[in-house]
């Protein structure tokens, strides 16, 4: 008789070797560096100075958009006000002992480089490009990118190859100040916001694995831990072709960034730790929430990361 039931000595081995494995895992696995968000105004040694004595070794650059002019939607810097500006950013943090992680390009309904008029589109990309041209003296590993605005109704499709289009002339930029070029996923827990908009691309697991798909392999993608629920699923689904990360708590449903450690938001941190390191991330764990104080950053870092350990290790003495 073929019986489906192993008798417990049988199962043993697979035990034991489970449970090494485990006890390994807890023993190896390195911490993130930590990182946070910041805006490129407010960039000062004073400031990252105390982020450096507080255990922050990366910045974000945030808040690129204050650099365009809303109503002609130029930049409102000269281009040598521009490089003098970038160049002030990268002394100031090369004294700090800060590097530079990543840059999130400017992002709202007229920097959106899935724009369905090709005039448009165009006059954003080269807006884009002339940052990043002047970003290199920063030497950012990352530059992120929102793969679109709010969208019109039934628009979907033409916004996805109009996104995709700009991506890939991007990514020549990108690769040429020799960053990677990462897409982030965006909030969306139903379609449509409004009776007149859907939400951005890439608002769901399925679509963010679709987009990715039809992206060049060395385009790859961000995490927001804020934007979807359960965000583990998604990392699991993109495994290595995750290379940035926003950290935040949330519920999948609006725009909260509460601070991880706040006890305010729904995700399951031994969870999106596990699935970082099964994915392979070896990024900064980039905090995009609100926040205490620069040294809670650290603080809340090693109690996440406390906690999951922890758990490696209960698993493997079980």
């Keep these: 008789m073929n019986c489906i039931f ?13 449970s090494s494995l485990l006890s390994q895992e807890a023993k190896t696995i ?9 805006s490129i105004n407010k960039i000062d040694i004073v400031t990252l100075k105390k982020a450096k004595e507080a255990g922050i070794d990366y910045i974000e650059l945030a808040a690129l958009s204050s650099l365009i002019d809303k109503e002609t939607k130029e930049l409102k810097l000269t281009k040598k006000e521009l ?43 080269n807006l884009h490009k002339e940052i990043i041209k002047h970003a290199a003296v920063l030497k950012p590993q990352i530059i992120l990118f929102h793969p679109s605005w709010y969208l019109g109704l039934n628009e979907r499709e033409l916004r996805k190859t109009q996104m995709i289009k700009s991506a890939t002339e991007l990514n020549k930029f990108v690769k040429g100040i020799g960053a990677k070029m990462v897409i982030e996923n965006m909030l969306g827990p139903e379609l449509l916001k409004s009776a007149q908009q859907e939400r951005p691309l890439c608002r ?3 679509e963010v694995q679709e987009i990715m798909g039809r992206l060049p392999k060395d385009i790859y993608a961000a995490v927001d831990m804020n934007h979807i629920k359960s965000p583990e699923k998604l990392i699991n689904a993109l495994g290595n072709r995750l290379k940035s990360v926003h950290i935040a708590d949330g519920d999948g449903m609006a725009e909260r960034h509460y ?8 995700n399951d941190w031994n969870a999106i730790f596990s699935a970082l390191y099964k994915a392979g991330y070896t990024g900064a764990f980039m905090y995009e929430s609100a926040y205490p104080s620069l040294p809670e950053l650290k603080s809340c870092f090693d109690t996440l990361y406390g906690n999951y350990v922890s758990g490696l290790k209960r698993a493997a003495s079980e």
């Design 83 to 125: 490089e003098n500006k970038m160049k002030t950013i990268k002394a100031t943090a090369d004294e700090a002992g800060i590097k530079i992680w990543s840059l999130h390009m400017p992002f709202g309904q007229y920097e959106d480089i899935s724009l369905g008029d090709e005039v448009q589109r165009k006059k954003v990309v």
């Design 6 to 18: 192993k008798p417990l000595w049988a199962l043993m081995p697979f035990l034991l070797l489970s």
């Design 204 to 206: 769901s697991v399925e």
């Design 30 to 38: 390195e911490p993130f560096k930590i990182g946070y968000s910041i």
């Design 259 to 266: 601070f991880p450690c706040s006890g305010k938001g729904k």
